[in-house]
C-alpha cells in the first residue's frame, strides 16, 4: 500500500488537460505519485468518449501562443483557434511525448478522500481498502457540474445544460432559446442560426462582446501585450474601451442595453460570430426570464415567445464529490487557497487548474502551477529554509493577480484572474527558488514502470486504442 515505504508519494487525481501538465511536471522531477482518471481516455471535457465532453463543432476562445503548454508547441497548420479534434490531437501528442500514459491509472474513479493525520486516505472504485497518500493533487476540473436557474411556473418543451447539448442534431429544427451570454452561450447561439427555426438569447445583463482578431492579430494576444506596459490600469482600462467602440461600436448601435458594468469587470464574451448573427437578424437578444407557461416563455420586459428547447450555458458549480469542497472553494464559489492552488495551512494539499482566466487559456496556467507546486515539493525535501520562506508566503499572500478592477458580483468571476499577471507571478516565484525550480526529487526513479504495473496497461496497446493524429 501507498505510504508505508520510507519515500513519499502522491496522489494526482483527473488526467484532463490541467492534469496533463501536472502529471508531467511530477514526472519529469521524479516525485513519485500515483494518477488516477475515471474515463478510458485523458482529455476530461475535450475527451469525445467522456459524458461531460464539450460540445462537438467548438472550438477554444483562446488563441494558440495563450494555450499551449510551455514546452510543448501546437502545430504550426493549427488555426489560432483550435478544433475539438484539433484539442484532442494536441493533448494525446503532449502525453505521447512525454510517455505520460503509463502513469495514468484509467477507469478509476476517487471515490473519497478524508485527512488521516499528516496524510490523505483516498479510496479508489474496484478496490476495498483505501490507500494512504503523502500528498493530494485535485484536478479533476470545475466545468462539469451544471448551474442552472430555477423559473416560476412550468415548461413542457425539452430544456438542456449547456454541458448536456452534444451534437448539432439536438439543435435542428427546433425553437431555440439560449440563456447565458458567456462565451459558450454565444458560441452556441452563432451556430444555432444554421440548424434551428428560430434562435433567442436571454441574458440578465449586456456585455461586452469581443471580437477574436484586431489588426490580424489574436485579441488575447493584443490584451496580454498590452498588460507588459509601463501604463497605469485605468488608462489601460480608457483605452480597451476606445477599442471597443472603434472595432465594434455602441451597445445602441447593435440594438442592445448598455451593460451595467465597465469594461473588464465582467468575464470579456468572444463573440464574433455571434456579432455577424445578430447584425443580421438571425439571433433575437431578450432580456432575463420572468416565468414559464407550457411551450411560452415570459421575459422580464412582457415579451414572450413560443419555444422548444430552453438551454442553460449558465456556468458550473465547482464541485469535488470525493472530499470537503471546503479545501478548495468558499460558499460563493471563491477559493481561500493560495494562488487558487496551495492550501494556505497545508503543505501537502493542491489543485490545479482552479482559475478562469480572462484573456487566455487555463491549460498553460496549470503548467505553471505545476512548475511551482514541484518546486516546493522539491524544496521541501532538499531546501527547509526555502521551503519555509514559502509555507509562510502561501499563508498569508494575496497577489494582485487580476485585472485590477471591481469584478461584477456573481459566481461567474469568482475564479477570475488575468492571465499575464498570473503567470508572471508564478515566474517570480519560480525564480525565488533558484536551482529548486528544477532540482530532482532525492531518491528519484523510473516512474514509467511503475505506472505500467499500476495500470496494467501496455503502451503499444493503449496507444492503438486512442489512435491519436501523428506531429
Given amino acids: 500500500m501507498a505510504g508505508e515505504s520510507s519515500a513519499k508519494r502522491y496522489c494526482l487525481i483527473g488526467a484532463g488537460a490541467c492534469g496533463l501538465p501536472i502529471i508531467k511536471n511530477f514526472k519529469e522531477r521524479g516525485i513519485p505519485f500515483d494518477c488516477f482518471e475515471s474515463e478510458a481516455d485523458i482529455g476530461g471535457i475535450w475527451n469525445p468518449e467522456s459524458p461531460h465532453r464539450v460540445y462537438e463543432a467548438i472550438n ?98 425539452e430544456i438542456l445544460h449547456s454541458i448536456d447539448v452534444k451534437d448539432r442534431d439536438q439543435l435542428r429544427g427546433k425553437r431555440v432559446l439560449i440563456v447565458g451570454a458567456g462565451n459558450t452561450g454565444c458560441d452556441l447561439a452563432a451556430e444555432a442560426v444554421f440548424l434551428s427555426d428560430t434562435v433567442l438569447h436571454s441574458m440578465r445583463r449586456s456585455y461586452f462582446f469581443l471580437p477574436k ?101 449558465t456556468g458550473f458549480h465547482a464541485t469535488f464529490p470525493f472530499m470537503d469542497k471546503a479545501y478548495f472553494v468558499e460558499s460563493d464559489g471563491s477559493s481561500p487557497m493560495f494562488l487558487n492552488a496551495f492550501h494556505r495551512e497545508l503543505d501537502n494539499l493542491f489543485a490545479g487548474g482552479l482559475v478562469q482566466p480572462a484573456d487566455g487559456s487555463f491549460w498553460q496556467l496549470a503548467d505553471y502551477q505545476g512548475q511551482l507546486i514541484a518546486s516546493f515539493i522539491v524544496a521541501q525535501e532538499l531546501d527547509p529554509k526555502k521551503a519555509a520562506w514559502f509555507h509562510n508566503l502561501k499563508a ?68 492503438n486504442k486512442l489512435r491519436p493524429q501523428a506531429h
Avoid: C
Avoid at 502513469?103 to 488521516?116: G, L, M, Q, Y
Fill in 60 to 157: 477554444l476562445n483562446t488563441s494558440k501562443g495563450l494555450t499551449r503548454y510551455t514546452d510543448f508547441q501546437i502545430p504550426a497548420e493549427y488555426p489560432q483557434f483550435m478544433s475539438r479534434r484539433q484539442a484532442v490531437d494536441y493533448l494525446h501528442s503532449y502525453a505521447r511525448h512525454f510517455n505520460l500514459f503509463d502513469d495514468i491509472t484509467f477507469n478509476t474513479t476517487v471515490e473519497k478522500v478524508e485527512k488521516a493525520g499528516d496524510k490523505w486516505r483516498v479510496k479508489v472504485s474496484g478496490k476495498k481498502q483505501p490507500r494512504l497518500y503523502d500528498g493530494l493533487v485535485v484536478t479533476s476540473g470545475h466545468h462539469w457540474d451544471p448551474k442552472t436557474p430555477d423559473y416560476p411556473g412550468k415548461f413542457t418543451g
Fill in 213 to 313: 482578431f484586431i489588426f490580424g492579430r489574436p485579441l488575447d494576444r493584443m490584451l496580454d501585450l498590452t498588460q507588459r506596459w509601463p501604463v497605469p490600469r485605468k488608462f489601460l482600462r480608457w483605452l480597451y474601451g476606445l477599442g471597443f467602440f472603434v472595432l465594434v461600436g455602441t451597445h445602441k448601435k447593435l440594438g442592445l442595453p448598455e451593460p451595467d458594468h465597465k469594461i473588464l469587470e465582467s468575464h470579456p464574451s468572444s463573440a464574433a460570430a455571434w456579432l455577424v448573427q445578430l447584425a443580421q437578424g438571425r439571433i433575437a437578444v431578450k432580456p432575463d426570464i420572468k416565468k414559464l407557461d407550457g411551450k411560452k416563455v415570459i421575459f422580464t420586459d412582457g415579451t414572450e415567445a413560443e419555444v422548444d428547447l430552453i438551454i442553460h450555458a
Fill in 396 to 463: 498569508n499572500a494575496r497577489p494582485a493577480v487580476d485585472h485590477g478592477v471591481t469584478y461584477v458580483d456573481s459566481e461567474r468571476h469568482k475564479l477570475e484572474v488575468q492571465h499575464y499577471r498570473y503567470r508572471t507571478y508564478i515566474k517570480k516565484l519560480l525564480n525565488k527558488f533558484g536551482p529548486l525550480a528544477v532540482a530532482k526529487y532525492p531518491g528519484h526513479s523510473a516512474q514509467t514502470a511503475a505506472g505500467r504495473q499500476r495500470s496494467g496497461q501496455g503502451g503499444d496497446a493503449l496507444e
